[in-house]
């Protein structure tokens, strides 16, 4: 089974819809992230936590929120969906207890706004 | 801030070639450097990554990389492609602290050609 998964993998909504997308990790690891990917642009950090109690923002979270409801689970919302919004979406864990951490990354979540 | 440059956006090389992805950095002091692999539906895998000490970096999948001050590149190369490489491969460029401080680069698109 797959380390880090990601809920739905495909999506499409409409412009002005709250959609979530969820992230968990069968890792153990502490530190989870959201990233979006669009085409040229490479990924850019939408948010990122380090523990239940950490959260914090990352380059582009405008228009974003998160919820880590438990160490294993990372949630990202859109709470009004727009076109540009629309992108690949990574989900991320790496754990801060290694002095060299890899992070690993999830299957990613297509989402289209229409 | 920090910055990665990755000139070619897509390159095709024949299988069983050697192949070379450029990645320039802009950093003031030393920097955290690595490169990720996506293949078509998948999340980002790390092939290498280079902190400290010996500036040729050994990889996963027979890849290697050479961390070069003087010109500010961490190149990615494979002495002999195969068709199984093709894939997008993203140069990022960090700092001490986590990986919320690593910034990627837009990516180069390999295709294999028999």
């Known amino acids: 089974d797959a380390d880090v998964t990601q809920t739905p993998r495909n999506r499409i909504t409409k412009t002005g819809k709250r959609i979530m997308l969820e992230c968990s990790q069968t890792?153990?690891?502490?530190?989870m992230y959201w990233y979006r990917q669009d085409p040229g642009l490479g990924l850019r950090l939408i948010y990122y936590?380090?523990?239940?109690?950490?959260?914090n923002k990352g380059e582009i979270s405008d228009g974003y929120s998160v919820s880590r409801q438990a160490q294993a689970k990372f949630s990202l919302s859109l709470e009004s969906a727009i076109p540009n919004q629309t992108a690949l979406y990574f989900c991320?864990?790496?754990?801060?207890?290694?002095?060299?951490?890899?992070?690993?990354f999830g299957p990613g979540t297509r989402l289209l706004v229409l | 801030a920090q910055s990665v440059t990755q000139p070619d956006i897509h390159i095709t090389v024949s299988e069983g070639a050697s192949l070379e992805l450029r990645c320039n950095y802009s950093?003031?002091?030393?920097?955290?450097l690595f490169w990720y692999v996506q293949s078509p539906g998948q999340g980002l895998q790390l092939l290498l990554k280079?902190?400290?000490?010996?500036?040729l970096v050994q990889g996963i999948k027979g890849f290697e990389a050479e961390f070069k001050r003087s010109q500010s590149s961490f190149n990615l190369r494979k002495p002999s492609v195969h068709w199984s490489d093709a894939a997008e491969y993203f140069c990022?460029?960090?700092?001490?602290?986590?990986?919320?401080?690593?910034?990627f680069g837009t990516g180069t698109k390999l295709q294999v050609i028999p």
């Open positions: 991320a864990t790496s754990d801060d207890r290694l002095a060299t951490e890899t992070q690993y």
């Open positions: 890792k153990g690891h502490d530190r």
């Open positions: 936590s380090f523990d239940v109690k950490d959260i």
């Open positions: 950093y003031g002091a030393t920097p955290y």
């Open positions: 280079y902190f400290s000490g010996d500036t």
């Open positions: 990022a460029v960090g700092r001490s602290g986590g990986y919320q401080k690593v910034t």
